[in-house]
C-alpha cells in the first residue's frame, strides 16, 4: 500500500475510495487491500497519447472518444471500468481528477450544447483572470458555471447548467474554448454571488486584469433590468473599484467605508514626498484624513518581510501619515476600533507635518484606471503590470 493515497479532490469528483487510489501502477497484477480485504487488481491498460488543448495552454488536454482498437481512445469495456470516468455523454477521460483549474474548465465545456458558452468565474479565469481559482470559502471546488439555453437539466457533478436567455453577441471563442463575454461573466458573478461583498469582489478581481471597466458593466447592467440578482450587481457596481489588487484589500476598503463610516479611500494610490519621490503604493488611503491601510497575509510575519513592513510604517508616519494593518481573520469590530483610533490620531496631526501628496511627478506613468491599463504598450505592460499575471504573486 505504500505509495497509494485516496486524495480528497478525486473523492470531490465522486470516485470510489478504489476508484480514487492515485500512485504509480505496476504492468503485473497485484493485490490491494479494500476494507480489510483482499481484492486483486487487473493491470491497467496504457492511456493513449492524449490531445492537446490548444498550443496556448500547455497540459490542457482534450477528452477521449471511445476507441474500439483502443489505440486512440479507451475501448467501450474499459470506460465501464475503474480506470476512466465520464465527462460528458460519448466523452471521457482518465480516472485521476483534473490537476488544473483549466482542465476542469475545459472537461465542463463538453455538457455545451451548438449554442451556449462557458460562463461566470470559469469563463473569466480563462480570459486570464488571475484571482478567479474556482476555490470557496471552505477551500471546496466550485461547480464550472455553462450557459445552456436548451438544457434540461441544472446540475452535473462539477458542472452547474444555467438556462439563462443568450444572445449570440455575447459569445467568442478563445483558446479554443466558446466562453460568454468579460463582462456578461462577471454580470453573472455579481448575480449570482452568496453577498454584495462576494459581488464586489468579483467585479474588482475582473478589473483587475483589465477584462471589464466599471463603465462597461454598469451600461450591461442598465440593459439587464429583469434580470434575477440585478439589484445586488448594481449595488456592488456602486462599491467597485478597478485599481484593488486582491480580495482581501476588497474586504479591507468595505469594512473601511461601509462598515465603519470613514473615507473616501483610495486603492493602492502612490505616494509621494513633497519633492516627487515615490514613497510607498498602499493597499488604501484615505487622502483626506492622511491615514493608511493594508492588509497583512501570512506571509508578512516571516521575519525578513515583517522587518520591512516595520520600515515601510516607520517610513509613512515620518511624512505624516497614520497606519492601520489588518490581518487575516481580524474580527471586524476590532478593525473598525483601530480605524477610528488611527483617524483621531491623524485629526491631531498638525499640517506642517504633512509632508506627503498623491500628486505624481509629470514623468509618471499612471496605471489606476482599466483606461490607462489597456493604453499600455507592450513593454510597459510587461514592466508595470507584471504582478497581475496568472503567475502566483509574492
Not at 98 to 118: C, D, H, L, N
Not at 318 to 323: K, N, Q
Amino acid at each position: 500500500m505504500a505509495g497509494l493515497t485516496a486524495t480528497k479532490p478525486a473523492l470531490a469528483y465522486g470516485l470510489s475510495p478504489l476508484a480514487a487510489i492515485t500512485g504509480p501502477v505496476d504492468d503485473s497484477e497485484r493485490d490491494l487491500a479494500v476494507r480489510g480485504r483482499v481484492r486483486r487488481v487487473r493491470r491497467r491498460a496504457p492511456i493513449p497519447p492524449a490531445e492537446p488543448w490548444h498550443s496556448a495552454r500547455p497540459g490542457v488536454e482534450r477528452a477521449y472518444r471511445v476507441d474500439p482498437s483502443g489505440t486512440a481512445g479507451p475501448t467501450k469495456g474499459q470506460t465501464d471500468g475503474r480506470y476512466w470516468r465520464t465527462v460528458a455523454p460519448g466523452w471521457f477521460r482518465p480516472v485521476e481528477p483534473p490537476t488544473s483549474v483549466e482542465q476542469r474548465i475545459v472537461e465542463a465545456s463538453y455538457r455545451m450544447p451548438a449554442f451556449g458558452g462557458v460562463t461566470g468565474w470559469a469563463a473569466l479565469r480563462w480570459l486570464g483572470g488571475r484571482w478567479f481559482e474556482g476555490i470557496g470559502p471552505d477551500g471546496s471546488l466550485l461547480d464550472v458555471p455553462v450557459c445552456n439555453p436548451q438544457s434540461n437539466r441544472n446540475h452535473w457533478p462539477g458542472v452547474h447548467l444555467t438556462k439563462e436567455r443568450l444572445r449570440p453577441d455575447e459569445l467568442s471563442t478563445h483558446e479554443g474554448l466558446r466562453i460568454t463575454s468579460a463582462t456578461r461573466s462577471v454580470l453573472f458573478e455579481m448575480r449570482h454571488a452568496a453577498s454584495t461583498r462576494a459581488a464586489v469582489r468579483a467585479l474588482d478581481m475582473a478589473c483587475f486584469n483589465d477584462l471589464v471597466s466599471l463603465e462597461e458593466v454598469r451600461l450591461l447592467v442598465e440593459g439587464s433590468a429583469a434580470w434575477e440578482g440585478i439589484q445586488q450587481a448594481r449595488d456592488a457596481l456602486g462599491l467597485g473599484d478597478e485599481n484593488a489588487w486582491s480580495p482581501a484589500e476588497v474586504d479591507l476598503r468595505l469594512t473601511w467605508t461601509v462598515a465603519a463610516g470613514l473615507g473616501p479611500v483610495r486603492c493602492n494610490a502612490p505616494i509621494f514626498d513633497l519633492q516627487g519621490r515615490h514613497l510607498v503604493t498602499p493597499d488604501l488611503v484615505d487622502p483626506v484624513h492622511g491615514v493608511v491601510g493594508e492588509y497583512q497575509g501570512g506571509h508578512h510575519f516571516e521575519r525578513s518581510q515583517r522587518r520591512r513592513d516595520v520600515q515601510r510604517e516607520t517610513l509613512l508616519r515620518d511624512h505624516g501619515l497614520e497606519y492601520v494593518e489588518c490581518f487575516a481573520g481580524e474580527h471586524t469590530d476590532r478593525l473598525v476600533a483601530r480605524l477610528r483610533s488611527a483617524y483621531a490620531r491623524a485629526a491631531r496631526l498638525p499640517e506642517s507635518q504633512r509632508r506627503w501628496t498623491l500628486t505624481p511627478p509629470r514623468d509618471w506613468i499612471s496605471t489606476v484606471t482599466v483606461a490607462q491599463r489597456r493604453g499600455l504598450g507592450p513593454r510597459e505592460r510587461t514592466q508595470l503590470l507584471a504582478h497581475r499575471t496568472l503567475r502566483p504573486v509574492a
